[in-house]
């Protein structure tokens, strides 16, 4: 009798008692362990404030009943870790094979306590596997990344949008390798995270998985300004889901800030293949030949994207990269130069067989080779194009006053016989600024000498004369003779 009339109030105290008195009468139920409180109970777990759905869900423990499975898969997904450890735990002592998949993405759990009595539920459910490599550490999302197993997508779903910024990172790898369609839509919602090193990793998974869905939501994450870190990797998974769409906000990058993202840019426009993109690509690509930034080269991309679209524009700068750029070899022959260039080493034989008149591409080879090649091929180049006399090569050989001595006193050589038969190729002030630096001993210093590596330059007329560097700018000097421009002349 004092039992019923002490379970009719602790009910009646649940149901309408203040947040502390129900947290009280969840414990004395539990307690109990009375199976006509599961009503009550599974009520209190899901409508309660935080420390009575906890209540709650222990004393759901303590009764040891299988119908409230459900409820305790539910309290999994609560906004409070204490309840998803609680209900985590209440599993583990009621093992039910229907709550195996909701534990298996608890693993994901941003918590590490609900990660690790995740696994021991599992483990008491008949599924010993997961807890080998789940310790309630920064380790547990790379290791579940690394199982490859398709039941591990949801946890790192899961992992993608509530953990820290490094294992969510961890998640989206994963879940680029081995997620399939099922992953699509939680990397989606994942471009909704404010870290840019997180977005940058969910976008080479959504360029993995190649699923058009993720264009659009590519396009608003390359849109925002705190993501600016991660726009190489959005704009090369633009390149293979953003479509037509894509093209107008790629050309735009071109001009970004960050090399990195210029160059990713470039290969997205070639992968897009469309003819929008030439001029951009083509101005990148002048802009910006020979310019090195430490392992990002925007013109490279710029020129193989050329090729790809198969502008001729593309020939020249491709003709520099093909010693070491199969795919480079492969867009040359694809614009019609032949065979030939498959057999490229970069070699100054390649020049002696390959650059000759006979060659209608021999001339773009050899001041190509001049710009990108190594220092003998480099140095022929610049003989053989003296030997020429054609004018158009000018803006080549002042370039190249910037190279190594040998090369340097080669090209130089090479202007003054080109200036003395086409004396109206260069501008008076330039040619006084390359007579003067010729005309300079050569001094022979440590560390790395002025190059056009340097300065993009480019072969405009207009700014040959960046690529000349004054007296108090790092010039070497060459000591060669130089002619003077021709009297009463101003050209």
């Not at 010729?438 to 690529?467: I, N």
Request: glycine fraction near 10%.
């Amino acid at each position: 009798m004092l039992r019923s009339l002490r379970l009719k109030r602790l009910l009646r105290q649940i149901s309408e008692g203040s947040p502390e008195g129900q947290v009280e009468a969840a414990a004395a139920l539990g307690k109990l362990a009375d199976r006509s409180c599961l009503e009550p109970l599974t009520r209190a777990a899901v409508e309660g404030a935080p420390a009575v759905r906890r209540s709650a869900v222990e004393a759901l423990c303590r009764l040891g009943d299988r119908r409230a499975t459900a409820t305790l898969v539910v309290a999994l997904e609560d906004a409070e870790a204490g309840v998803r450890q609680s209900a985590a735990r209440a599993l583990a002592a009621t093992p039910d094979p229907r709550a195996v998949d909701a534990l298996i993405a608890a693993l994901g759990d941003a918590d590490p306590g609900v990660r690790t009595a995740s696994a021991h539920a599992l483990w008491r459910a008949g599924e010993p596997g997961w807890s080998k490599h789940v310790h309630g550490n920064d380790e547990d999302i790379r290791a579940l990344a690394g199982l490859r197993d398709a039941r591990a997508v949801p946890a790192l779903a899961r992992a993608l949008l509530r953990a820290r910024w490094g294992c969510a990172a961890d998640a989206a790898r994963g879940l680029g390798r081995f997620g399939g369609p099922r992953a699509v839509d939680a990397l989606i919602a994942g471009l909704r995270r404010p870290e840019p090193f997180v977005v940058g990793a969910i976008a080479v998974a959504l360029e993995a998985l190649g699923d058009a869905r993720a264009a659009q939501p590519l396009l608003s994450a390359l849109a925002r300004p705190e993501l600016d870190d991660a726009v190489p990797a959005i704009a090369k998974a633009l390149g293979r889901v953003g479509g037509s769409a894509a093209v107008v906000p790629l050309l735009g990058v071109l001009s970004h800030a960050k090399p990195a993202a210029r160059a990713a840019a470039a290969e997205a426009l070639g992968a897009l293949r469309d003819p929008r993109a030439r001029d951009a690509l083509a101005d990148l690509v002048a802009r910006e030949e020979g310019t090195n930034y430490h392992g990002a080269t925007p013109w490279q991309a710029g020129a193989r994207a050329l090729g790809a679209l198969a502008d001729p524009r593309a020939i020249r700068p491709l003709l520099g990269l093909a010693p070491t750029d199969v795919s480079a070899r492969d867009a040359l022959r694809g614009l019609g130069l032949g065979d030939w260039v498959c057999g490229l080493t970069g070699a100054p034989g390649d020049l002696v067989r390959h650059g000759g008149e006979d060659n209608p591409w021999g001339f773009d080879l050899l001041q190509s080779a001049l710009r990108h090649w190594g220092r003998e091929a480099r140095l022929y180049a610049a003989e053989e194009l003296g030997r020429r006399l054609d004018p158009q090569t000018v803006g080549e050989l002042v370039t190249a006053l910037g190279d190594s001595l040998e090369v340097r006193r080669a090209a130089a050589e090479a202007l003054a016989a080109i200036l003395q038969a086409h004396p109206s190729a260069l501008d008076r002030q330039t040619w006084e600024r390359v007579a003067d630096k010729c005309r300079q001993p050569a001094v022979h210093r440590d560390g790395p000498s002025y190059s056009h590596y340097d300065d993009p330059g480019g072969w405009d007329r207009d700014r040959l004369s960046k690529t000349i560097p004054s007296h108090g700018d790092h010039c070497d000097g060459i000591g060669v003779d130089f002619p003077d421009p021709p009297e009463g002349t101003d050209f």
